[in-house]
Each structure stands twice: as C-alpha cells, then as structure tokens.
C-alpha cells in the first residue's frame, strides 16, 4: 500500500478506538486546534517542498500532556509561521499500542492523524526523566530507527527539549539534537534552517543539516563529540569530533528576554478529555533566584524576567475569551515573587467581580503570602485548600537547601490562613536531602502537630485538617548538589516509616493530619536518570525491550526491571546503578552534562555546595548584590522586573472589551 505523505491515519485507526480505554484522547479537534494544509510553505522552482514540518510530543498521556505550557506555545509559535506546521502527538495507552502493532498503524498526530515519520522533526519535550521509555515506544511505533545513527533522510530530525535537556546524553544515542533553555526562539530559528536547506534542495542530507545546526551554537547534536572514559568509569572528557568542523565546545541555552513581546499561548487549548490542569494558565514570570540548591528549575531559568501587568492583563482576557475556562491560574516557580503580585491579584479581582473567574497561584512560598493577597484569589472563585514547601523539617536542613523559612514564619502564616477562615493546608518536604538525619525528617512531625494547634486555637474549631506530602530529593545537574550522594531506597523507606509513626502516635493530632509519601525506589531510577551519562542508554533500551512504558506512573513501574536491566547492561563496564545514584562526585570530576552551558559558573556551583555543607544562606540577587552565578554576564542578559507603575484597568470584558477584543483578533 503506497502511503502519500502528509496523508491521515485516520480511516486505519478509527476501528480500533472502540476497543480501547478514553478514546476521546486520540481524536483531536480540541477548541483552538489547528490542522495547516502539508504543503503550506508551497515549492521552489525546483518543486523543492518549503514547509517545515514539526510533530511536537509531550511523551506522557494525554491528559497529562495537553495542558503542557511548554508544547502549547511552541504549537501555536509554528502554526503562526507561514512556511511552518506543528501537530501535537502524545504517548498511546498499552491497550491501544498493541492494537496498532497489529493493524500496522503508525505513531499519529491528534491534530491531523497524520503519521509521525512523514513530518521533518520530531520534538520532543521532557519535564521529567521518567519519559524516556515512552519517547521509545513512539519511535518504534513510528518506524523510525531508535538509534539515531540508523536513520536516513527519509527519517524525522529527533531534537529533544524541556528540562530534562540539560543533561541529553542518556538519551545520546536515540536524540539527533538537543536544544536547551526557552523554546520560543529557538524552534523558529531552527525552522529557519531546515527551511533553508531544503530550498536548496537538502545538500549533503541529513548530516550536513546536523552539523549547520550545531555550527549555530545553541544546538547539540550528541553524534558530533566523542566521550573518553577513565579506566574507573568516570569521563575523560567530551570534545567535538575531529571532522566536525565549527562544531563548539560548549552549547549554550536559548533566553527569550522580553515576555511581553511573546505572549503566548494566545488561543489556548481546551481539552476534550478530562485533564489534570482543567484551567487556563498563564506564566508571569520566568526564572527564579531565590537560589534553593535543591532546584533544577531555579538554576537553569536565570535571570528572572516578569511579564508586565499590562501584558499579564492582555493575556488573561484573550485567554478565557478564546477558552471559556473559569480559573485562571498564575503560574511560574514562586508566583507570589512577581514585584506586582499584589496589583495583579487585586486588579484581576476587580476586573472579573461577580463572575465566576476564579484565580489561583500554584504553590506559594511560606514568607511571600499573605492573606490579602489570598482573599484576591478566592474573591470570585472556590476558597479551595493552600498549599505551602517549606522543604525541611528543621530550621538546620532549611539552611542547607537555602530555603530561608523559619519556624516561627510558617506557624504565624498557617495562623493567618486558618484565623482567615481556611480549614486545610498542605505542606511540602523532601526527604532523603544531603546531611539529613532522622531527626531532621521526624522534625516535620512536630511542625504539623503545631500547625493543627494552632488553627484549632486561632479558629476555635475542631475540623482543622494538615496534609503531609513527602517527596524524595533527587540531585539534579546544574545545581550545587549535582555532586551529592543520594540517599539509597531502604534508607528513605526507613526514615519515612519513623516518620508515619511519630505522626500517628500522638492521638490529638493524628487524625487530623493526612500523610503522602512515595516510596524510595522510583527515586533511584530518576537519579540514575538524571546525572546518568551515554551508557545509560542501554539501561533505557533494556527496559523498554522489557516491557517498561509510563514509568511516572506507579501502576506501570517497575523497580525490578529497571535494576535487572541496568545489572544486565552496565555487566561490562566499572559502573553500576549506585555508581550513577548514591556515590559523591569531586569537584576535578567532568561532569556528564559540563558541556551542556546553562550559564552558571561551574566554580559558584561548587563554593555554593561547600556554603551548603557549611549550613550557610546566600540571599536572593534580585533585591541584593550579584552574587557571581554566572548567568547574566555570560549571556548577556540581565535580570528583569518591575515595578510598572501600570494599573489593570478593571471594566474591559463584562463591558466593551470582549466585543473589541474580538475585533481585534480577526
């Protein structure tokens, strides 16, 4: 049967979605899609095609993946260009998977059901490690080769995205290229390219593309550098190969630096399926220097830069005109941050007064809220439960994440919160952080025993109800525990046992307190994942050769299989899983991803792991002193905020402003 490319899957594939779980999934039209004619970009004289055509994946389920910002923005950044189309497509259920093994029906887009290796590239974005397995399956199901030096010109360019990026090189040997830091720009300028080169007739195929993409610098093309090994396992080094001409040392990460010039996404998504964000979001700031040392996110999004009020505003209106969602949700790493946050509360309020737009930060940090700014955001919506990190149990371990929160500041919120008519609050923590003991876990007991206190005393009720939610620390690249041993499975099992049971033990508190753990082991998987080097990929192959797919998913992940396959894989090499995971690196060690430029100084990373060890605080640079991180000489970019001096001006969409809106839009 000879395939048109370009053509749907559809007719193929609609038989086998009434056997399936949530087909509503695979069927695309949301509210704000878009379907591009394949050849949009028209033909040179040559009848050489010019479009370039981009399947973006979020590797995850759809319901997952759809609300995805990153995706969203990208999707619709491409779809604006007019040589350009972008389809979205997500990991396929194991139900559905077999189905279209069976029936020889390929990895699909939702968008237009067309097949995935019909398209010019393949992007991939990666919010967590865990969706390794799952690029595999879409490859595979796709009939392209897994490994990328397998494939032709007929083959899609796999270029790989998201935070995960930051260290490509487990994924080496399945990714082309991989592009790190803010998409915005970097997607057009690589459309740019690979618009170029097939005008030109595609000289020199798919390398050439490859190496004209690396030569730009901020592309990394994994099969352009060799990496040499130390006869104990560690790396050598990693260099450019020697007939990769041009091809730089370092890659450097993409910094969109003026939001409001990208106010993206314009026309949001509305799922069809239930998701797990059923809200319209929009970023108000990127970038975080509150400098916790645990966070990935924080490091590698510096500098901080606020979107304006105004521009926030502009994004808000179009956005529920364009969805119809009622909550609107104000998202960035410690949203309470912006300089604005307060204006922004209150003018968006005012301005949505007696309709039923609700407005939601995601998370808020212990010292940056306050209960104005919360009675803002519950005045039209649902007043739901609040949820606050403090990260440590005790005030010591606090100072060794850098995560300046006292005691004494969460009690006089939480007081605040309950005294203000809340009756539940969640509270973070990660266990398993460098120099944790048992008794700075056991620590978290006795502050929520206090937190129940004292909203019982505040309110003068009975019903005030804490969640306890545990996570397990994984060092991350490009932060300053990226050299820190992990804490090993049985050892965080073992510590949050003692945790559970100093907070059923007492009976005044325990019933009012909920407790949420994971347990150790998917921990170690994404350690090894994360700071994990070019041999972990055969660990990644193995398993998905065994059967693993949405390994996020606890009811799909298996401990078993991921350490039988890495004792299978690695046999021949001098590293095993707890080389990758619970080992301390030194600080002559080259790094896996030391290549990879995030922009912060190697040498900073490392004085700020010893102040970590040394229980000291640095403060947050935004309101003091550089602190020499690195970032903003070094990419020439600075930090950005606020603030204004701009008001929201509070009658637009129940008046005028929707009707004009419109106008405009058309």
């Not at 630096?257 to 509305?270: I, N």
């Not at 307060?342 to 010292?367: C, F, H, M, N, W």
């Not at 649902?382 to 995560?403: C, D, M, Q, W, Y």
């Amino acid at each position: 049967m000879n395939h048109t490319p370009g053509a749907t899957v559809f007719p193929a594939l609609e038989p086998l979605l009434e056997q399936v779980s949530k087909p509503i999934q695979y069927v695309g039209g949301e509210l704000n899609s878009t379907v591009k004619d394949w050849n949009c970009g028209g033909h040179g004289p040559g009848g050489e095609e010019l479009t370039t055509r981009w399947a973006l994946m979020y590797p995850d389920a759809y319901e997952v993946g759809v609300p995805n910002q990153g995706v969203m923005i990208l999707y619709e950044v491409l779809n604006e260009r007019a040589d350009a189309l972008a389809e979205r497509t997500y990991a396929v259920w194991p139900d559905l998977e077999a189905l279209m093994r069976a029936s020889a029906v390929p990895q699909f887009t939702v968008d237009a059901h067309r097949s995935v290796r019909d398209f010019d590239v393949l992007g991939l974005s990666f919010s967590t490690e865990l969706g390794y397995t799952n690029m595999l399956t879409a490859l595979d199901l796709a009939g392209i080769p897994l490994h990328a030096d397998a494939r032709t010109d007929a083959d899609p360019i796999v270029v790989a995205g998201g935070h995960a990026a930051f260290n490509p090189e487990p994924i080496a040997d399945f990714i082309d290229a991989a592009i790190v830091g803010d998409g915005e720009e970097a997607v057009l300028a690589v459309t740019d390219h690979i618009g170029a080169w097939k005008a030109q007739g595609m000289p020199g195929g798919r390398r050439e593309l490859l190496l004209r993409l690396a030569r730009t610098g901020g592309v990394y093309v994994p099969s352009l550098y060799d990496v040499s090994y130390l006869p104990d396992g560690r790396i050598q080094r990693v260099a450019p190969k020697a007939d990769a001409h041009g091809v730089p040392w370092r890659v450097s990460k993409h910094t969109v630096m003026d939001l409001d010039a990208w106010p993206y996404p314009k026309q949001p998504l509305v799922p069809l399926a239930e998701s797990v964000h059923e809200r319209m979001s929009v970023e108000i700031f990127r970038g975080c220097t509150r400098g916790c040392r645990f966070c990935q996110a924080g490091m590698i999004t510096r500098p901080v830069r606020e979107r304006s009020i105004t521009g926030i505003g502009e994004m808000v209106e179009r956005g529920l005109a364009a969805t119809g969602f009622e909550e609107v949700g104000l998202l960035s790493l410690s949203s309470a941050d912006h300089s604005e946050i307060a204006d922004i509360t209150k003018g968006l309020a005012d301005r949505y007064e007696g309709t039923q737009t609700g407005l939601s930060l995601p998370s808020t940090r212990v010292d940056a809220f306050n209960i104005d700014l919360a009675n803002e955001l519950t005045r039209n919506g649902r007043r739901s439960g609040l949820t606050f990190a403090p990260e440590g149990g005790s005030e010591r371990i606090r100072k060794v994440i850098n995560k300046m929160v006292s005691e004494d500041d969460l009690i006089s919120t939480v007081a605040a919160a309950y005294g203000a008519g809340w009756r539940q609050v969640k509270l973070y923590f990660m266990c398993g952080l460098p120099t944790e003991t048992d008794e700075d876990v056991l620590q978290i007991a006795e502050l929520a025993k206090k937190v129940i206190e004292t909203g019982r005393q505040v309110s003068g009720r009975r019903d005030i109800r804490c969640t306890v939610s545990i996570g397990g620390f994984v060092p991350k690249p490009h932060t300053p525990f990226q050299w820190c041993g992990q804490l090993g499975a049985p050892e965080t099992d073992a510590r949050l046992a003692k945790l559970r049971d100093a907070l059923r033990s007492d009976r005044r508190y325990g019933s009012s307190i909920g407790f949420r753990y994971h347990d150790g082991k998917p921990g170690i998987v994404e350690g090894l994942l994360s700071r994990g080097d070019r041999r972990v990929g055969r660990v990644i192959e193995q398993v998905w050769c065994d059967g693993g797919r949405f390994d996020g998913w606890s009811e799909h992940f298996s401990y078993d299989r991921w350490m039988t396959a890495a004792s299978t894989a690695l046999a021949d090499l001098p590293v095993d899983v707890p080389w990758y995971t619970t080992r301390e690196r030194g600080e002559s060690e080259v790094l896996p991803w030391d290549h990879i430029d995030s922009g912060l100084d190697k040498e900073w990373l490392w004085a700020d792991w010893q102040d970590a060890l040394d229980e000291t605080e640095v403060d947050d640079c935004r309101w003091t002193p550089c602190f020499d991180c690195g970032v903003c000489p070094q990419l020439g970019t600075e930090i950005e905020v606020g603030p204004t001096g701009k008001t929201l001006l509070p009658l637009t969409v129940l008046g005028a402003g929707r009707s004009d809106l419109v106008a405009h839009q058309h």
